[in-house]
């Protein structure tokens, strides 16, 4: 069975930083794109960021970019996000998900809750 | 950067009603599209995968239909468990920033 459990979640200061962190299990780490999506308080869901299987290639929504780093362990069997400068913006459930040509596996998500 | 829109945003609908959503791409994604169903406090569920591919255990009452840049969800007859929030998805490889429509909550 596929899981995907997130970890690193918590309440954090503006300004400051903050890891999280996805280990799977039950499939092929390494085979699979990997993402990370957020969901703001009664927002939508929106994608952050995404990793190829080999860590080569990353890509991220505007609103992060320079701020937020995605990164993955595959000997490990984890994703990663590093969140720099955080904002009240960023309070959101945030869920790693594996990626493949049918749709996402999503994980439980972590709460990251910004503010003074 | 493809922009995906959904409409409508809200939708009020009856058990038993047939109830169609649309999302459109403003660019071709092919057939990569996915749908999730998301109930309160609840991880999102897929439901349809490559535009119209029903994934394991999701009732037949879905479907999904449609390519490049035009999508519809069809809910056949409206259960009473379907009252949620639906996002559209696209996942083209080729335009790796995946982004979601803003979401249609089935409400009654």
């Known amino acids: 069975e596929v899981q995907l459990v997130e970890a690193g979640g918590g309440l954090v200061q503006p300004g400051e930083s903050l890891r999280l962190s996805c280990l799977g299990s039950g499939f092929t780490f390494s085979a699979y794109w990997m993402t990370w999506v957020r969901q703001a308080p009664g927002k939508g869901l929106e994608w952050v960021a995404n990793?190829?299987?080999?860590?080569?290639?990353?890509y991220y929504v505007d609103s992060v970019k320079g701020r937020f780093r995605i990164s993955r362990d595959n000997a490990k069997k984890s994703l990663y996000l590093q969140m720099n400068n955080v904002q009240g913006a960023d309070t959101a459930v945030y869920y790693c998900?594996?990626?493949?040509?049918?749709?996402?596996?999503w994980g439980q998500g972590a709460l990251v809750t910004v503010s003074s | 950067d493809i922009q995906m829109t959904q409409s409508p945003s809200t939708l009020s609908a009856s058990v038993g009603d047939r109830v169609t959503i649309t999302c459109r791409a403003s660019?071709?994604?092919?057939?990569?599209l996915a749908w999730y169903q998301q109930k309160p406090g609840k991880v999102p569920r897929l439901l349809i995968y490559?535009?119209?591919y029903l994934d394991n255990g999701v009732p037949s009452r879905f479907s999904g239909s449609g390519s490049e840049t035009e999508f519809t969800l069809t809910i056949s007859s409206l259960q009473p468990e379907d009252f949620a929030t639906y996002y559209c998805q696209q996942y083209d490889s080729s335009s790796p920033k995946w982004t979601f429509g803003q979401g249609t909550k089935v409400e009654i």
């Open positions: 660019q071709s994604i092919s057939h990569w």
């Open positions: 490559k535009a119209s």
């Open positions: 998900a594996r990626v493949s040509v049918a749709g996402l596996v």
């Open positions: 990793i190829k299987p080999d860590g080569s290639e990353n």
